[in-house]
């Protein structure tokens, strides 16, 4: 089928106590899916944030609007977001630049000064 070449890597082929950090280095992309809701536009999604960060591409879902957003502005690749009637993409494994690349731009903007500077504080 369609995601015939996806792999689930169990806790346990990770080996012994497996800690968050080493799921998201083990992980290829982060998911970050909502249902419809009045404030979908401004929805950004911690979790967004928290893969990003482990240098993860992100399957944005349409009604996490801010998360969409940063996608397409900023050009996470391979990043993408998914519609309602998108069928599921065929994905590849991102490349290691790729990783380093979206996990500065995530150090960058989710920085306290740049968190900061948004707020206007």
């Not at 967004?48 to 240098?55: D, K, L, N, P, Q």
């Not at 996470?76 to 790729?98: H, T, Y």
Request: glycine content about 8%; aromatic content about 10%; proline content about 7%.
């Amino acid at each position: 089928g369609q995601l015939a070449h996806v792999k689930i890597t169990s806790t346990k082929e990770l080996g012994g106590s497996v800690t968050p950090e080493m799921c998201l280095e083990a992980a290829d992309y982060g998911i970050v899916l909502m249902n419809k809701a009045p404030d979908w536009e401004t929805r950004l999604s911690v979790k967004f944030a928290e893969y990003t960060s482990a240098g993860l591409p992100v399957i944005v879902g349409t009604y996490v609007g801010e998360a969409a957003r940063l996608v397409r502005t900023f050009g996470l690749s391979p990043s993408l977001i998914l519609g309602d009637d998108d069928p599921f993409p065929g994905l590849r494994r991102p490349l290691p630049e790729e990783r380093r690349m979206i996990r500065v731009w995530a150090m960058q903007y989710f920085s306290p000064s740049n968190i900061l500077r948004m707020t206007d504080f």
